[in-house]
T-cell receptor
Framework: AQSVAQPEDQVNVAEGNPLTVKCTYS??????LFWYVQYPNRGLQFLLK??????LVKGSYGFEAEFNKSQTSFHLKKPSALVSDSALYFC?????????????FGTGTRLKVLA | EAGVAQSPRYKIIEKRQSVAFWCNPI?????LYWYQQILGQGPKLLIQ????????DSQLPKDRFSAERLKGVDSTLKIQPAKLEDSAVYLC???????????????FGPGTRLTVL
């Protein structure tokens, strides 16, 4: 089955510094990958997705993600972090091994941007 | 464009009681999903509807959970009877197209936080 791993429970970064939230995947076939953000007491918000093509995917709120096939990674990045970026971030992969398509989410990484 | 609506936002019940959650997807979205998100974990799919038909309910505990989307628009998820381990946030999501298509990006509602005592 497809899966994603988010190796860090929490990432701390100073405001204005670049941020990276890590995600690695395990898939058979071509990966179809997503990033979502969850603010307190709110549902998940779609940030970006990778289907095929350019390895650098641009998304909402200045976020981007780099797909690396050789390292099976899909790390989320932002050049300059804002305090308002503090939230819970989920990586997800689309899985089709059960015969139907479903999203499999990672366990989440809490990003804390310090002023 | 209005987002996915869910109610109630919070619910506290005692074990063995029943509870129901309601979801109204984004207008025009054919596919609707219910997820369970336990504290500290990512969302887990419970059931997926395509219009008013069930596409995938393989992870739905059918002895106590049920869901319907009778007219292919809004949906209800029910738990009867509830157990302590059902304490979680129940998220509803919708997508324009069926999962596995180019329009299957999912948009989530705010969730219902269930506490079972």
């Amino acid at each position: 089955a497809q899966s994603v791993a988010q190796p860090e429970d929490q990432v701390n970064v100073a405001e204005g510094n670049p941020l990276t939230v890590k995600c690695t995947y395990s898939v058979s076939g071509n990966p179809y990958l997503f990033w979502y953000v969850q603010y307190p007491n709110r549902g998940l918000q779609f940030l970006l997705k990778y289907i095929t093509g350019d390895n650098l995917v641009k998304g909402s709120y200045g976020f981007e993600a780099e797909f690396n096939k050789s390292q099976t990674s899909f790390h989320l990045k932002k050049p300059s972090a804002l305090v308002s970026d503090s939230a819970l971030y989920f990586c997800a992969v689309r899985d089709s091994t059960s015969g139907t398509y479903k999203y499999i989410f990672g366990t989440g990484t809490r990003l804390k941007v310090l002023a | 464009e209005a987002g996915v609506a869910q109610s109630p936002r919070y619910k506290i019940i005692e074990k063995r009681q029943s509870v129901a959650f309601w979801c109204n997807p984004i207008s025009g979205h054919a596919t609707l999903y219910w997820y369970q998100q336990i504290l500290g974990q990512g969302p887990k799919l419970l059931i997926q509807f395509q219009n008013n038909g069930v596409v995938d309910d393989s992870q739905l505990p059918k002895d106590r959970f049920s869901a319907e989307r009778l007219k292919g628009v809004d949906s209800t998820l029910k738990i009867q009877p509830a157990k302590l381990e059902d304490s979680a946030v129940y998220l509803c999501a919708s997508s324009l197209g069926r999962a596995g298509t180019s329009t299957d990006t999912q948009y989530f509602g705010p969730g219902t936080r269930l506490t079972v005592l």
